[in-house]
């Protein structure tokens, strides 16, 4: 079965420290990687997305990711975090055009001002 | 920017009761599906719907679950007899042709009490 790990549960950071969110998944074959972010109450929102191409993709709101193949790896960066990035962070794996995707289990960021 | 819109935006059922979610996705898009997320927990895939039908389902949407279109533009998931077990947030997304992305709605939150 396919599967995305997420393996930073809960991230703590102050104001300006530069953050890197882990995401690796486990099918072996073409996927198109996403990472969504849940502010408090709201719904999930989409940060940014790979599909083809360069393997460094920004984002919205300063954030960006890199897909490294050979790690099975899409990690979510960003330089200088701010407290209203206080969120959950999700990773997601995208197999098949149209079909389900897969979602990591999330990693809760609070930002300390 | 085009939303996919979902009602209620809370519903309190008691056990033994059916709900309706309601979900209006984006209107040229052609793939829907339901995910929910149990709280504290990931988002679960439920069902995928495409050409009027269900295309993918997890072991989770069983025959207590059902997906309808009614009507060309709503998209509603029902619950034929709810359990404790289905309080979970409930989120619809639609996705267009390219693959852009899901679009998430805002979710439903059932509580069953």
């Known amino acids: 079965a396919q599967s995305v790990s997420q393996h930073n549960h809960h991230v703590i950071l102050s104001e300006a420290a530069s953050l890197e969110l882990g995401c690796n998944y486990s099918y072996g074959g073409t996927v198109n990687l996403f990472w969504y972010v849940q502010y408090p109450g709201q719904h999930l929102q989409l940060l940014l997305k790979?599909?083809?191409?360069?393997?460094l993709v920004k984002g919205i709101k300063g954030f960006e990711a890199e897909f490294i193949k050979s790690k099975f790896s899409f990690n979510l960066r960003k330089p200088s975090v701010q407290w209203s990035d206080t969120a959950e962070y999700f990773c997601?794996?995208?197999?098949?055009?149209?079909?389900?995707?897969?979602f990591g289990t999330g990693t809760s960021l609070t930002v300390i001002p | 920017e085009p939303e996919v819109t979902q009602t209620p935006s809370h519903q309190v059922t008691q056990m033994g009761q059916e709900v309706i979610l309601r979900c209006v996705p984006i209107?040229?898009?052609?793939?829907f599906y339901w995910y929910r997320q149990i709280l504290g927990q990931k988002v679960e895939f439920l069902v995928s719907f495409y050409n009027n039908e269900i295309s993918e389902k997890s072991e989770i949407f069983d025959d207590q679950f059902s997906v309808e279109r009614p009507d060309g533009s709503n998209f509603t998931l029902k619950i034929r007899s709810t359990k404790l077990e289905d309080s979970a947030m409930y989120f619809c997304a639609s996705i267009g042709q390219g693959l852009t992305g899901y679009t998430f709605g805002s979710g439903t939150r059932l509580t069953v009490v």
């Open positions: 790979y599909f083809s191409g360069d393997p």
């Open positions: 997601a794996v995208n197999i098949n055009r149209g079909n389900q995707f897969y």
């Open positions: 209107s040229n898009h052609l793939y």
